[in-house]
């Protein structure tokens, strides 16, 4: 796995992790039934898969390419309405298996990652990190009150997302035309609350 990285004042991690081998675990969510990787049968069938991705751990219905099989705990570039991002294979997309999620995206599985994936991903999260420091300075030197938590630059490169904690509400254009003309790309500001606070912050181990 990709080594964490340190932004700011807590631990930022890649978003694909891998625990408990008889059941899959994503906050208080449990997918039973899912055990080892021979379990990924129907070889042949052009499953569906849920997959993580996001560092708000988004889950969703992803459909791969013809004849494409996956397994538990596989890393894999992804198209969502976001962008290209990456992503870690679940379990098969059972009926009984969406069901326990709540709003489920959707996309399509591109391709198992590959080492000239990682090498892109690590430049990302560096990016992430400078992002990260950037924003708080121009925060600062506009005294915005509001509190930046994380930042995600998506792996396609399509955008990158500032999350933030704020009472009121923020006027942070100003803030988003200083991020425009530093990376070049397109800006999202994202006001988190403290649920989805903690879902950036935890760390669910292996």
Not at 83 to 107: H, M, N
Not at 112 to 137: G, K, M, T, W
């Amino acid at each position: 796995l990709v080594p964490k990285l340190r932004l700011g004042t807590h631990v930022r991690e890649t978003p694909f992790r891998v625990w408990a081998p008889r059941g899959i675990r994503v906050g208080e969510t449990e997918f039973p039934g899912v055990g080892s990787q021979t379990e990924f049968g129907n070889q042949g069938i052009n499953m569906h898969y849920i997959v993580r991705h996001g560092i708000m751990r988004f889950l969703g219905d992803f459909d791969p390419l013809a004849g494409a099989a996956y397994r538990h705990s596989d890393e894999v570039v992804i198209e969502t309405d976001r962008g290209l991002e990456i992503g870690e294979v679940l379990c098969e997309a059972s009926p009984r298996a969406v069901g326990f999620i709540e709003e489920p995206t959707k996309g399509k599985i591109v391709r198992p990652i590959n080492s000239a994936d990682r090498v892109q991903l690590l430049e990302s999260q560096a990016r992430e990190e400078h992002a990260y420091f950037r924003c708080n300075d121009f925060i600062h030197e506009r005294q915005l009150q509001m509190e930046l938590v994380d930042v995600e630059h998506l792996f396609g490169g399509e955008r990158l997302i500032f999350y933030f904690l704020a009472e009121k509400r923020v006027d942070f254009r100003d803030l988003v035309k200083d991020l425009a003309r530093e990376y070049r790309t397109r800006i999202e500001m994202r006001q988190i609350g403290v649920r989805d606070e903690a879902k950036l912050l935890a760390d669910y181990g292996d």
